[in-house]
């Protein structure tokens, strides 16, 4: 049997967005920039985890934090060029649940 040789880029690439929440916090920054709580808020993340996958995008280059020295202090968060990039992709993601994933009505997930 031949084996598939995956592109490391490719694999890298797959195994960064399939990290739980982080597409979906890419997918809810696409408006516009945001900050911490509004990020957890919108899509019911724990803070912990919230922290975590900004701090690991932020490495990736996906997004950047902005810090605003006011009083009290603000924290903003932004899409990079690179992170912006992915939007055509979620929004293929977007249209392909559409078509094909039900939703169960009890549990309000697709599992």
């Known amino acids: 049997m031949k084996q598939s040789i995956l592109c490391p880029k490719f694999e890298k690439a797959v195994s960064l967005l399939s990290q739980r929440w982080t597409a979906l916090v890419i997918y809810q920054m696409l408006e516009a920039p945001q900050r911490f709580g509004e990020i957890q808020a919108a899509i019911g993340i724990s803070g912990k985890v919230l922290s975590?996958?900004?701090k690991d995008m932020e490495q990736e280059?996906?997004?950047k934090r902005d810090v605003y020295p006011e009083t009290p202090v603000?924290?903003?968060y932004s899409l990079t060029e690179k992170g912006r990039s992915?939007?055509?992709v979620l929004r293929d993601i977007e249209n392909w649940s559409q078509d094909w994933i039900e939703v169960d009505q009890q549990s309000g997930t697709g599992f």
């Open 52 to 54: 975590d996958r900004l």
């Open 61 to 63: 280059g996906l997004i």
């Open 74 to 76: 603000v924290i903003e």
């Open 86 to 88: 992915l939007e055509p």
